[in-house]
């Protein structure tokens, strides 16, 4: 059994989906297994894209209410 892949950063992502495609197009995995595959790895890398956003709001909210104290 292959291991496992890791998808933690936009890179891991991008390089699943190329590998994806890759076994896709040479026929060595199943369509509808690669569909389903596809779909989370970008749902993974649109999370992923949105953390930085939240830390960021999320520092500003700290600051805010401190200065409202």
């Known amino acids: 059994m292959p291991a496992v892949r890791r998808l933690k950063t936009q890179e891991d992502c991008r390089k699943a989906l190329a590998s994806i495609y890759r ?4 026929n060595q995995v199943d369509p509808t297994k690669a569909r ?9 890398s649109q999370i992923l ?16 209410r401190r200065g409202a104290a």
């Not at 076994?23 to 040479?26: A, D, R, S």
Request: charged share 25%; hydrophobic share 45%.
């Open 23 to 26: 076994n896709l197009e040479e």
């Open 49 to 64: 894209a949105g953390q930085p956003l939240e830390d960021r709001i999320q520092k500003l909210e700290s600051v805010v």
């Open 36 to 44: 389903v595959m596809i779909y989370c790895a970008l749902s993974i």
